[in-house]
Nanobody
């Protein structure tokens, strides 16, 4: 069992930055690939970024590539999402998720989820 708690969301103006954190606890968090997903109003949950267990491999959706950076600190059992050049379209609840062994862009393949943190970008 892995517990995930996101933090760092808030209200920011377009063009601004935020850093989300996801603190993991429980059974060997470093053994899991991690992902960030988001769900905007009236939309389905969508892939944002993933990172491998070691942190050596990352992947991004086309909509955030070049603006967002995912990273992890296994010593602290924490995953981060640095979000730059935020746009109103980035407004959503952001979730972190843990998946055994190999990262994926498919939400349904993840084993554990956090409760989410709201990010609102004003124009």
């Amino acid at each position: 069992q892995v517990q995930l708690v996101e933090s760092g969301g808030g209200l920011v103006q377009a063009g601004g930055s935020l850093t989300l954190s996801c603190a993991a606890s429980g059974r060997t968090p470093s053994a899991y690939a991690m992902g960030w997903f988001r769900q905007g109003p009236g939309k389905e949950r969508e892939f944002v970024a993933t990172i491998s267990r070691s942190g050596g491999s990352t992947r991004y959706s086309d909509s955030v590539k070049g603006r967002f950076t995912i990273s992890r600190d296994n010593a602290k059992n924490t995953v981060y999402l640095l979000m730059n050049s935020l746009e109103p379209e980035d407004t959503a609840v952001y979730y972190c998720a843990a998946k055994r062994i190999v990262a994926s862009t498919v939400p349904g393949e993840y084993n554990y989820w956090g409760q989410g943190t709201q990010v609102t970008v004003s124009s």
